[in-house]
């Protein structure tokens, strides 16, 4: 099964206000495991970006001047991320984004059926906890300590540890113990082992005694030699 995780930067906070991607960044998942395949760019917004902006992720106006368009690397985009299910941190936020470029340049929205919120499971694993990439990869000891700002490829990096975390983990296809499972979800009827035997022989008794004379002073039949043992007759 093939997954993509998603992160994006932007000019602010609402695509309705003219506001605008200025970095995309995607990660492959195939089968729960990240290939190391990734999409990632940044991408010229065509307007300003605001300071109090700026000092989330860093990108400037004149770093992006010379970036392409988002109509530019949209096919690109849209190959890599195929029909795959798309996996994002607060999701609404990014596909909000992603769908107002789609649609400056008349490709549909992306449907809401494939896109995983992993802060929505966050909050259902852990409710009335902090549920942001940084608590999250604290939660799972991920390592994000060269997270000095936000950015797209790497948080989706490190998103792509949290949800395979919040799904399971590295075992999360495992029983692990418990009972397997029909496909409608019941539980798969299991019938009564029969006891093993336990009790030992005659014969692997009689073994068992012959052993035990042959060793002197031993702890198990008693018979340990008073001046040898000084803990003997309560010394």
Same mark, same amino acid.
């Given at each position: ?111 809401? %059926? !494939?896109?995983?919120?992993?802060? @929505?499971?966050? $909050?259902? #694993?852990? =409710?009335?906890? &902090?549920?942001?990439?940084? *608590? ?43 009972? %397997? !499972?029909?496909?409608?979800?019941? @539980?798969?009827? $299991?019938? #009564?082992? =029969?006891?093993? &035997?336990?009790?030992?022989? *005659? ?33």
């Amino acid at each position: 099964m093939r997954q993509i995780v998603l992160d994006t930067e932007t000019t602010g906070l609402d695509p309705a206000s003219g506001h605008r991607v200025i970095e995309i960044g995607c990660v492959e998942i195939f089968n729960g495991i990240p290939t190391g395949r990734h999409f990632h760019r940044y991408l010229n917004p065509e307007r300003v970006v605001p300071p109090e902006v700026r000092a989330v992720h860093g990108l400037t106006e004149e770093f992006l001047a010379d970036k392409p368009l988002f109509a530019e690397e949209a096919g690109a985009f849209l190959d890599f991320i195929a029909a795959d299910p798309l996996i994002a941190h607060n999701a609404g936020f990014d596909i909000s984004f992603v769908d107002s470029e789609l649609g400056r340049l008349g490709f549909p929205a992306i449907a809401p %059926a !494939r896109v995983i919120d992993t802060l @929505a499971l966050a $909050r259902k #694993a852990f =409710p009335g906890a &902090p549920c942001s990439l940084d *608590a999250l990869c604290k939660r799972f000891n991920i390592d994000a300590t060269h997270r000095a700002l936000h950015g797209a490829l790497l948080d989706a990096q490190l998103l792509a540890h949290v949800y395979l975390e919040l799904t399971g983990g590295r075992q999360r296809d495992l029983t692990m113990g418990f009972a %397997a !499972r029909k496909p409608n979800g019941a @539980a798969a009827p $299991r019938g #009564a082992r =029969p006891p093993r &035997p336990h009790a030992a022989s *005659a014969g692997e008794l009689a073994a068992h005694g012959e052993a035990m004379a042959k060793i002197r002073n031993n702890l198990w039949t008693g018979n340990a030699d008073a001046e040898e043992n000084p803990r003997a007759g309560g010394a």
